[in-house]
């Protein structure tokens, strides 16, 4: 398989889909804006975004796929079929459960979710109305992951990254419709219905194993894979489980600090999901059969450092763009709308510009989970994931206690908390790593690129135009390049070449 070709296919979808979400968002900020109400979805909504990042976004994928391709490599497609057709039932049974249960016990919910919102009966009772109407939609967001899971194993990527896409315009369609935080999360709803329909549709296109439901019986082998699964969803899903932790704590915040967080962390998904993502996603299958093989030439010729300092020398000068530009995209994002003013512009682009340190983190932590689990090493995932949630409280409460809490301080905590996430990836698979000389030059270029940015615009990163932001950008982009190619990070012949075939 070809890496490279995978991973710009897989990106320019994902690009797309993300032009397109941040059209969703700029439709979102007009027509609805930042408010209290915006707070009590974005907190209902917390469950489903839990659950999409575990079942829609990579973690049940990278937890079962290395055993689909094992079974599927072995010829054992019956067995296949009940492994799969298991886990469907498990996951079917117990999201129901959860949405049951969240649904009889709203209340309590939302007062673990958003403590700060049970002493504001108004916030409560909007945010319970939202959850009644969001949460169904977990269920089909696992169910969907199950078909997802089965035709990626096949390394069938294209089609089925282009649901996206269409849940994108749908909600579009019902914010324009609606005008409404309440038709936002009757959208949502309806995409989640549009994502099971696709993805099946997707897994019969593809001629894949098809999982039924069957009954929930669980044999020895089956508790043995659980054992390894569930740690698996966990550490994948951290970066969902961090963002409870900073909800929690910004609900005691004032008004609007948990959409503040809220909207930085999609807008920093974006280039996490392009890159981080979308790498992980094809390195699961490849790296998966390579470790299925038992012959040590096909291990060794995996080299983790190379994938990694691609993923760094694009995710990079991103990071340094959102930290220069946040108040340009922010208010470019916001334009036109009367229902965002400069201060809520100026405090979500001092956010963003935190956040935007996430960026290259977020990347480095997807691609190696997918490492992890592609070798079964399911016991890295669980413990990065207890170091960061720790690690995450541990500062908020610190701060707590010296009073100097903030909802910059919530996003300090968060990116503080995934250091500790990557570098437990580090630590645990520093034998996959070599050449750090490669990725020290790789960091100079980024710094360079970082010092010259700042010269110009140091005292006025809160400031400017689109044209100025093209303009700075691109020279720093232009001083990054030349570095690379000056440490021979990036060779002229291979650029030349790439245009020229």
């Given at each position: 398989?070809?890496?490279?070709?995978?991973?710009?296919?897989?990106?320019?979808?994902?690009?797309?889909?993300?032009?397109?979400?941040?059209?969703?968002?700029?439709?979102?900020?007009?027509?609805?804006?930042?408010?209290?109400?915006?707070?009590?979805?974005?907190?209902?909504r917390r469950?489903?975004?839990?659950?999409?990042?575990?079942?829609?976004?990579?973690?049940?994928?990278?937890?079962?796929?290395?055993?689909?391709?094992?079974?599927?490599?072995?010829?054992?497609?019956?067995?296949?079929?009940?492994?799969?057709?298991?886990?469907?039932?498990?996951?079917?049974?117990?999201?129901?459960?959860?949405?049951?249960?969240?649904n009889?016990?709203?209340?309590?919910?939302?007062?673990?979710v958003?403590?700060?919102?049970?002493?504001?009966?108004?916030?409560?009772?909007k945010?319970?109305?939202?959850?009644?109407?969001?949460?169904?939609?977990?269920?089909?967001?696992?169910?969907?992951?199950?078909?997802?899971?089965?035709?990626?194993?096949?390394?069938?990527?294209?089609?089925?990254?282009?649901?996206?896409?269409?849940s994108?315009?749908?909600?579009?369609?019902?914010?324009?419709?609606?005008?409404?935080?309440?038709?936002?999360?009757?959208?949502?709803?309806?995409?989640?219905?549009?994502?099971?329909?696709?993805?099946?549709?997707?897994?019969?296109?593809?001629?894949?194993?098809?999982?039924?439901?069957?009954?929930?019986?669980?044999?020895?082998?089956?508790?043995?894979?659980?054992?390894?699964?569930?740690?698996?969803?966990?550490?994948?899903?951290?970066?969902?489980?961090?963002?409870?932790?900073?909800?929690?704590?910004?609900?005691?915040?004032p008004?609007?600090?948990?959409t503040y967080?809220g909207?930085?962390?999609?807008?920093?998904?974006?280039?996490?999901?392009?890159?981080?993502?979308?790498?992980?996603?094809?390195?699961?299958?490849?790296?998966?059969?390579?470790?299925?093989?038992?012959?040590?030439?096909?291990?060794?010729?995996?080299?983790?450092?190379?994938?990694?300092?691609?993923?760094?020398?694009?995710?990079?000068?991103?990071?340094?763009?959102?930290?220069?530009?946040?108040?340009?995209?922010?208010?470019?994002?916001?334009?036109?709308?009367?229902?965002?003013?400069?201060?809520?512009?100026?405090?979500?682009?001092?956010?963003?510009s935190?956040?935007?340190?996430?960026?290259?983190?977020?990347?480095?932590?997807?691609i190696?989970?997918?490492?992890?689990?592609?070798?079964?090493?399911?016991?890295?995932p669980?413990?990065?994931?207890?170091?960061?949630?720790?690690?995450?409280?541990?500062?908020?409460?610190?701060?707590?206690?010296?009073?100097?809490?903030?909802?910059?301080?919530?996003?300090?905590?968060?990116?503080?908390?995934?250091?500790?996430?990557?570098g437990?990836?580090?630590?645990?698979?520093?034998?996959?790593?070599?050449?750090?000389?490669?990725?020290?030059?790789?960091?100079?270029?980024?710094?360079?690129?970082?010092?010259?940015?700042?010269?110009?615009?140091?005292?006025?990163?809160?400031?400017?135009s689109?044209?100025?932001?093209?303009?700075?950008?691109?020279?720093?982009?232009?001083?990054?390049?030349?570095?690379?190619?000056?440490?021979?990070?990036?060779?002229?012949?291979?650029?030349?070449?790439?245009?020229?075939?």
């Amino acid at each position: 398989m070809n890496i490279k070709k995978s991973f710009f296919t897989i990106s320019f979808i994902t690009f797309f889909t993300r032009v397109l979400g941040g059209i969703r968002d700029i439709v979102s900020i007009n027509y609805i804006g930042i408010s209290s109400d915006t707070d009590s979805f974005l907190v209902a909504r917390r469950l489903q975004s839990l659950f999409v990042r575990i079942f829609g976004e990579g973690a049940m994928q990278n937890a079962i796929t290395p055993y689909i391709i094992d079974y599927e490599k072995h010829g054992k497609l019956n067995a296949c079929k009940r492994f799969v057709s298991r886990i469907l039932t498990v996951v079917l049974l117990v999201t129901f459960a959860i949405a049951v249960l969240v649904n009889v016990y709203s209340y309590e919910f939302i007062a673990f979710v958003a403590p700060g919102f049970k002493c504001n009966s108004e916030y409560i009772s909007k945010t319970i109305r939202y959850l009644h109407v969001i949460n169904p939609s977990i269920v089909l967001v696992a169910v969907s992951s199950i078909y997802f899971c089965v035709t990626s194993a096949r390394q069938k990527f294209t089609l089925i990254s282009l649901y996206g896409m269409i849940s994108n315009i749908v909600l579009m369609f019902f914010i324009m419709i609606g005008r409404c935080t309440f038709a936002l999360a009757i959208g949502h709803l309806i995409v989640c219905f549009i994502q099971y329909a696709y993805c099946y549709s997707c897994a019969r296109y593809y001629g894949c194993t098809m999982p039924t439901v069957v009954m929930p019986t669980v044999s020895m082998y089956m508790r043995r894979m659980l054992k390894k699964i569930l740690p698996s969803i966990i550490g994948t899903s951290i970066i969902q489980f961090d963002v409870f932790v900073s909800t929690i704590f910004a609900s005691y915040l004032p008004e609007k600090s948990i959409t503040y967080v809220g909207y930085c962390d999609q807008i920093v998904q974006v280039p996490i999901s392009m890159i981080g993502t979308a790498l992980a996603t094809i390195l699961l299958p490849h790296v998966a059969a390579i470790y299925t093989s038992s012959s040590y030439e096909d291990k060794s010729k995996f080299d983790a450092t190379s994938v990694l300092n691609f993923a760094l020398i694009l995710s990079l000068p991103i990071m340094i763009m959102f930290c220069f530009f946040s108040y340009t995209i922010i208010e470019f994002i916001g334009s036109g709308s009367g229902k965002i003013t400069h201060d809520d512009i100026l405090k979500t682009a001092q956010i963003l510009s935190i956040a935007s340190i996430m960026i290259p983190l977020g990347v480095v932590s997807k691609i190696m989970a997918s490492i992890s689990l592609a070798q079964k090493k399911t016991f890295i995932p669980m413990i990065a994931s207890i170091l960061t949630v720790i690690s995450n409280i541990s500062v908020c409460l610190w701060c707590i206690k010296y009073d100097i809490f903030s909802v910059y301080v919530s996003m300090i905590a968060f990116v503080v908390s995934m250091v500790f996430n990557v570098g437990t990836y580090l630590y645990f698979q520093r034998k996959l790593l070599s050449g750090f000389m490669s990725t020290f030059r790789i960091l100079i270029s980024a710094f360079v690129m970082f010092f010259v940015m700042w010269l110009f615009l140091w005292d006025k990163m809160w400031t400017g135009s689109i044209v100025r932001a093209i303009l700075f950008g691109s020279l720093g982009l232009i001083v990054y390049l030349c570095c690379l190619i000056a440490t021979g990070d990036i060779k002229i012949n291979n650029i030349v070449k790439y245009f020229t075939k």
